[in-house]
């Protein structure tokens, strides 16, 4: 059995979320670049439609893993780095956290009523600038938020790398061990097959809606960003 210390459980998740947040970034970056030459392509209305879809993707995804961040600064990390008597670095890198410390009520804001939650919606429709009026800015900060997160979380795990290199080896160990690694080998095969099924499914459905008075499925392509 694989032991794994507060200091390292914490380590490791901060790890997943850099990973998310980093490649978020990375992507972002890549469309960017691409909105830069859009007029540039066959269709730019397509392509910017494409683009945008893509960065509210990326928006939803850092929203949840800066909530995250905030949740494990709050409850795990100054409580373990205090352990090892290094709860000073978080001091030092107040720069940093303090941007992102301070859209903390607009990450709660969003992710209960826009992000992950969906009832009030369902109940009761607001638009994004009726849950917050100054939605533009806060998209700006959210992005800029995440970039200053992955240099708070590397700079964490540069100035503690005896402790971090511990724990990714402990962190794998324990996949090893237990399994649970995300990893799509045979993607290219394995979403054909899942085409597949959705067809024959979708036939089966087709039959039993015509059936009974309804129209067949359908599914519908959105152009745009929705509302």
């Not at 402990?170 to 597949?196: C, P, Q, V, Y």
Request: glycine share 4%; net charge neutral.
């Amino acid at each position: 059995m694989v032991k794994i210390s507060p200091l390292q459980s914490c380590f490791l998740q901060l790890n997943h979320i850099l990973f998310r947040l980093t490649w978020a970034n990375d992507l972002q970056e890549k469309l960017n670049q691409e909105m830069e030459k859009v007029y540039e392509t066959n269709n730019p209305l397509e392509e910017s439609n494409r683009i945008n879809a893509q960065s509210v993707m990326i928006l939803d995804y850092i929203l949840l893993n800066l909530d995250q961040l905030l949740e494990i600064h709050d409850t795990q990390l100054g409580k373990v780095l205090k352990e090892i008597d290094f709860v000073d670095l978080l001091k030092h890198l107040k720069n940093l956290w303090v941007p992102i410390n301070g859209l903390r009520g607009k990450i709660v804001l969003w992710r209960n009523n826009y992000v992950a939650h969906s009832v009030n919606q369902a109940i009761n429709f607001h638009s994004l600038s009726e849950i917050d009026p100054d939605y533009n800015n806060t998209i700006k900060k959210t992005f800029f938020a995440s970039r200053l997160a992955t240099l708070y979380i590397s700079t964490i795990f540069s100035n503690l790398n005896s402790d971090y290199k511990i724990a990714i080896s402990s962190g794998k160990l324990r996949i090893e061990l237990h399994g649970g690694k995300w990893a799509w080998n045979d993607f290219t095969s394995d979403w054909e097959k899942m085409k597949k099924n959705e067809r024959e499914l979708k036939e089966q459905t087709d039959k039993i809606l015509q059936k009974n008075g309804y129209k067949p499925t359908v599914r519908l392509e959105f152009r745009s960003v929705p509302m």
